[in-house]
């Protein structure tokens, strides 16, 4: 079975600086890995996702992540930080048997605050 | 833009009451999913179905049932709503396009649930 876990419940940056959201996985055959962005009231939104056709993942508003096999880690990074980014950031596995995946694992998430 | 829709977006029921949460897609999407999801915390996996009359329970157990009678609708339903049957449930949907592709899993916007 896979797992996900996010390193902080809660990051605090300032506007304008580097954001970086960790994740580290458990999964024994290769993974696939996604970054996910909720924003109050709102369902989940696919900032970017890892499929092995590259290391480093670029997605949407600016946000980057780079898996890396040998840390087990997918963290998500932004050069700097922009009010529009508060939200929650959930980050997920999903593995591949028979017809497809059967659903995603997520971590617990991270509430990202940005500070004016 | 993802077209996955669920109703109603807020529900408000007493103990004992029989519910059911829609969630359609117009994206003809074969595999779709329902997730719970407490108040800060990760979303769990309930139930799956890879296509018209396939369902499949997920990683949490769930006192509610799915259908999928049509390709683009996936109900659930829950008997009699208890207190701990308040929730966030959120419905998604995916394609299957073969192996490394990269499954995204689209989300609708969830359903908040308040069982008295």
């Known amino acids: 079975a896979q797992s996900v876990t996010q390193l902080g419940s809660h990051v605090s940056v300032s506007e304008g600086a580097l954001v970086l959201l960790r994740c580290n996985y458990s999964?024994?055959?290769?993974?696939?890995l996604f970054w996910y962005v909720q924003y109050p009231n709102q369902g989940l939104q696919l900032l970017l996702k890892?499929?092995?056709?590259?290391?480093l993942v670029k997605g949407i508003n600016g946000f980057e992540a780079e898996f890396k096999k040998s840390e087990t880690s997918f963290h998500l990074t932004k050069p700097s930080a922009h009010m529009s980014d508060a939200a929650e950031y959930f980050c997920a596995v999903s593995v591949y048997s028979g017809g497809g995946a059967d659903g995603l694992t997520f971590g617990k998430g991270t509430h990202l605050i940005i500070q004016p | 833009e993802a077209d996955i829709y669920q109703t109603p977006r807020y529900l408000v029921i007493g103990t004992g009451k029989k519910i059911t949460l829609e969630c359609s897609q117009t994206m003809g999407h074969d595999k779709m999913y329902w997730y719970q999801q407490d108040p800060g915390m990760e979303l769990h996996l309930i139930h799956y179905s890879y296509g018209v009359n396939s369902t499949e329970k997920g990683d949490l157990s769930s006192e509610s049932t799915v259908s999928r009678i049509r390709t683009e609708h996936f109900p659930l339903t829950l008997e009699s709503a208890r207190p701990s049957h308040t929730s966030q449930y959120l419905c998604?949907?995916?394609?299957?396009?073969?192996?490394?592709?990269?499954?995204?899993?689209?989300f609708g916007p969830g359903t908040r649930l308040l069982v008295l």
């Open positions: 890892y499929t092995s056709a590259a290391t």
């Open positions: 999964s024994s055959v290769p993974p696939y």
């Open positions: 998604a949907s995916s394609e299957y396009k073969g192996q490394g592709a990269g499954e995204t899993q689209y």
